[in-house]
């Protein structure tokens, strides 16, 4: 901010009277007086007038320098001993990232803060408000507080070059100076876009969230109503109704656990894992809980995992939750009679964690769902998940992790699941900082990886001994 209110300051500062002068000037000149008298040159009559007119004229001088001063209490700039105070004060807004303006007569921006100039690209030259802030209700405001009137709070949005949201605080300043106009604006200009944007997205996610809810329950209340009515009498009718009740209870607990695990994941999710996992035992646990399920469709779940365990920094049930995720969905969009292979390894460098050697297809499309900060000394413990499905089209890729969000043609199956999944396997590898990746082929399937940091001095002894887990081929029965 420039200085140019000190200026002004030092400028109409007025000088105080000097009383001590103005009284030794008139005891000296009637002193004279005095002596022309003794000494026979001033008769006493002409002293006595001589003294009177000196005196008077003292007086006047004295009692104009006194009103022509303003009283001290108003006139804090006059006191010499301010100004590293005022020197902070400039500083402090200087370092202040919220954007300040000083407004003066005219519209003209006296001072602006860098935040304030970053913002409005201004130049050197503040210039007027109007040419670098289009809002005519944040004009007004400033209009009125530069006539003295109240400070108000002015809400306006921009969509280009990008969407924000500002709040502009108005407040007229009286400044100490004589003249027609002592006042000036201060405007401040808070942005609020990304308290909007989460109010928004909180918005978005009840909304979706009891969309999801509306549907298997209006479906359950119409089969409720027709088994009370028409099918009353109909048995089979209603089993087949029961059934499909069944499903949609299930699909409503499915959707309340999910959102249930998200708002836990995002609760912690600034918060580091402490425990360590054997990631190795945790997909074996998932494989085999998940057992009926394939079984159920026919469905042949090989593994390949190391001979010994593989250790990361993690929470057991959110690992847990992160494998089971992406193995359900792999059984769950796979043909039925279809293969699913599950592979994991141990110690590995980013780039082998999250790029495997081979390619699903010659055409496959892979994408970075999350991922930490590239540092050269991390070792990860890793697990791949592949299916033969259908595979998902290159430009869904990067919605997967969305919530709710599911790749047309599955949303509308009685078995379409929440759309939730991998936004909570998204959360959970951020939360672990750890990375996440999609690879995909439409016709040729698709392969998730997960990787996970490991303990810093395991991956140290590792590293200087160049350790590394040997796969070894496990069947389904064994993992
Ligand atoms: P859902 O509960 O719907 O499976 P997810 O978040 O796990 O939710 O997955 C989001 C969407 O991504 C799914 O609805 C599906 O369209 C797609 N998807 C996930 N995994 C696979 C997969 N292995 N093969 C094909 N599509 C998948």
Known sequence: MTNGQNKDRVRLAPDRPRRRDIVITAALGMAVLFVLMVTGVLAPGAYIGASLAFASLAFVYFLTAVTTAQPRGRMPVAEPARPSEDGLALTMLEKVSVPILLIGPGGRIEQANPAARALLALGAEGGLLSTSL????????????????????????????????????????RLPVAGPMPWRAMLVLADETSS????????????????????????????????????????????????????????????????????????????????????????????????????????????????TPVEITGDRDQVHEVVENLIENAIKYSPEGGQVEISADDDCARDRAEHPADRIGENSARLLLAGPPFDPRSRFGVVRVRDHGAGIDRRYLPRLSERFFRVDGQKSSPTAGTGLGLAIVKHIVTRHRGGFSVESEPGGGTRFTVFLPKPAARAETATETGAAASPAPVSPGQA
């Open 196 to 307: 909007k944007r989460a109010e928004r997205m909180r918005a978005d996610f009840l909304a979706n969230a009891s969309h999801e809810l509306r549907t298997p329950l209006a479906s359950l209340s119409g089969f409720i109503d027709t088994l009370r009515g028409p099918a009353r009498d109909d048995e089979e009718a209603r089993d087949r109704f029961l059934g499909i009740m069944r499903e949609q209870t299930e699909r409503m607990r499915r959707l309340i656990d999910d959102l249930l695990s998200l708002s836990r994941v995002e609760m912690n999710e600034h918060q580091l894992p402490v425990g360590t996992v054997d990631l190795r035992a945790v997909t074996r646990d998932v494989i085999d809980s998940l057992g009926p399920m394939a079984q159920a469709r026919n469905i042949t779940v090989s593994a390949t995992l190391p001979e």
């Open 134 to 173: 289009r809002q005519p209700r944040v004009l007004e405001a400033v209009s009125a507080a530069l006539r003295g009137e109240r400070g108000t709070v002015v809400e306006y949005a921009t969509l280009a070059p990008i969407e924000s949201h500002v709040r502009a605080y108005v407040e007229p300043i």
